[in-house]
């Protein structure tokens, strides 16, 4: 005989409808079953849990539940099982119906019901992002990648996060802290965490900054919505570099922040205003590596804009999203590190270093910054998750943090060169790559520039999906361009996808 302690234990899949909303009457003359009956069917008839994987409870549940006979609850499921109601799975259970029989018996739709036709009323707040997605859209997420398309700009390696290692680590945290990773906790973030980020970013970008001074965000962008919401007021002006990574505009716009766009040239954001221009309160950069055109911003620009900032009372937020990837060249300190006047809001994300979804990022704030911070924080979500925080903290502080990001870099620094001499050998007669000392983009300009649309085009239905430059632009009349990433592609995939854009090309 097999040892029954052994055998894998079949779980038993539970239900994930209730019927709470069922009530039976006792006094009523109508027969309980033909309440319960009558009920269920008109709940699944209003169309809220018909979507073909709801399972409904077995008959001793729902008798126990509602304190019935197990006889009652037969007879009602069965004339809903005969009516089409429901449908049995062999060894799964019982489902709703994914198309219930009102949907070929429309006569008897429900009297009264009218469909809203007016248009919703939506905020001017709302309707000022610049967004034009709808619907599943947004499924995709910002990039806009889905599965099976190559080469789109941003996306890190995510199949190299040691899954594995950040398990066991939660898994101690778990063990060692228990509940209390359960509970609302700091607004500024977990403790051992901003310890770990101000000694890494000390270490790491030179900057000047105490635990106290760091507030954990979710991601960059959260850092942006809180520095704006904290330091401009509605309609108050923030230059934004153009192009831009476009959901600093977004969240910008949510912010009810004016946008002003600068312009990029070989030292980084141009600093330059015509007098009638109003004074920013915030500016916004990319200093290590530009997004998307990948310059690093000279000392000499850094200067300049630190000595603006102090000059009129202004903030420069310092988005150091993915300064870790750097392959050329010793790595300047964050602007932060050389800042004397509490100007600079420093932030940083480890969506590029480990993985975007994690939702964890950092501001460095200068001191008078950090109570507004973290009221506005409390304020609009509290805090990120305990649990990853700590994990993340562990993470950092026995050293796998800083072996990952030395392991991507070698990584990329393959990818990137595979990609480099792979796309001028294939693809050289179309475009001509400007390549970055940083980052995990590069930009492609066109050779001939009435190519765009049809390149535009290929791309598109082909999967190799590179942004085209002109999305990042707000008024930047730039000539044409596509930003590729190749960070997240084997050097295969690298291959094949290039291969493949090169003979749409030729066969156009
Ligand atoms: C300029 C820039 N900042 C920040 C991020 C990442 O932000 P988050 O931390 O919100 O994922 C990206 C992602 O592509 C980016 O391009």
Redesign the pocket.
């Known amino acids: 005989m097999p040892n029954k302690k052994l055998r894998p234990q079949k779980r038993r899949r539970r239900s994930i409808i209730a019927f709470e909303m069922v009530r039976l009457d006792r006094t009523a003359k109508e027969p309980l079953h033909e309440q319960l009956y009558r009920q269920i069917r008109d709940e699944l008839k209003a169309g809220r849990l018909s979507d073909g994987s709801s399972r409904v409870p077995s008959s001793r549940a729902l008798a126990v539940d509602r304190g019935i006979s197990r006889s009652t609850v037969r007879l009602a499921l069965s004339k809903l099982h005969a009516e089409g109601y429901l449908r049995s799975k062999p060894g799964s259970g019982t489902f709703v119906a994914t198309l219930l029989p009102e949907s070929f018996l429309t006569a008897d739709q429900p009297k009264g019901y009218q469909p809203i036709q007016r248009p919703a009323r939506i905020s001017d707040r709302a309707k000022a992002i610049p967004d034009g997605r709808v619907g599943n859209q947004f499924d995709l997420g910002?990039?806009g990648a889905g599965p099976g398309v190559s080469l789109v700009?941003?996306?890190p390696a995510v199949d190299e996060f040691p899954i594995a290692i950040w398990e066991r680590l939660r898994a101690q945290v778990l063990t060692k802290k228990g509940v209390n990773l359960l509970r609302y906790s700091s607004n500024r973030g977990d403790i051992d965490l901003r310890k770990a980020f101000a000694a890494y970013l000390c270490d790491f970008r030179a900057a000047r900054c105490h635990p106290d001074q760091i507030v954990i965000v979710?991601?960059?962008?959260?850092?942006?919505l809180i520095s704006a919401m904290a330091v401009l007021n509605p309609g108050e002006t923030a230059w934004i570099e153009d192009p831009?990574?476009q959901?600093?505009r977004r969240v910008l716009t949510l912010a009810g922040v004016k946008i002003i766009p600068k312009p990029i040239d070989e030292h980084g954001i141009v600093i330059a205003r015509s007098r009638k221009e109003p004074l920013p309160r915030m500016i916004y950069v990319?200093p290590s590596h530009q997004?998307?055109l990948g310059v690093t911003m000279s000392f000499q620009r850094r200067t300049e804009l630190l000595d603006f900032a102090r000059a009129h009372n202004t903030f420069i937020f310092e988005?150091d999203?993915?300064a870790e990837f750097r392959f050329v060249g010793p790595p300047l300190p964050s602007l932060q590190g050389i800042d004397n006047a509490n100007r600079v809001i420093y932030a940083?994300?480890?969506?590029?270093i480990l993985c975007?979804s994690l939702?964890?990022?950092y501001i460095v704030a200068p001191e008078q910054l950090i109570d507004s911070f973290v009221k506005i924080r409390s304020a609009m979500d509290q805090h990120s998750s305990p649990i990853e925080q700590a994990t993340l903290a562990r993470f950092i502080t026995e050293g796998f943090f800083l072996s990952h990001i030395k392991r991507m870099r070698k990584f990329y620094a393959e990818r990137r060169d595979f990609f480099i001499k792979q796309f001028n050998e294939l693809l050289g007669d179309h475009f001509t790559l400007q390549v970055p000392e940083a980052g995990l983009?590069i930009v492609a300009w066109l050779k001939r520039e009435e190519d765009f649309q049809m390149i535009k085009r290929i791309t598109s239905e082909i999967g190799v999906r590179p942004s085209a430059l002109s999305f990042f632009c707000i008024q930047a009349k730039l000539k044409p361009a596509f930003v590729f990433g190749f960070a997240a592609w084997t050097l295969t995939q690298i291959r094949e996808s290039l291969v493949k854009l090169a003979s749409a090309l030729e066969l156009r």
Not at 218 to 224: H, K, P, T
């Open positions: 910002a990039t700009a941003s996306i979710a991601g960059m962008q959260q850092a942006m831009c990574y959901q600093t990319t997004f998307p988005d999203y993915d940083g994300t480890v969506s590029k975007p939702r964890l990022g983009n």
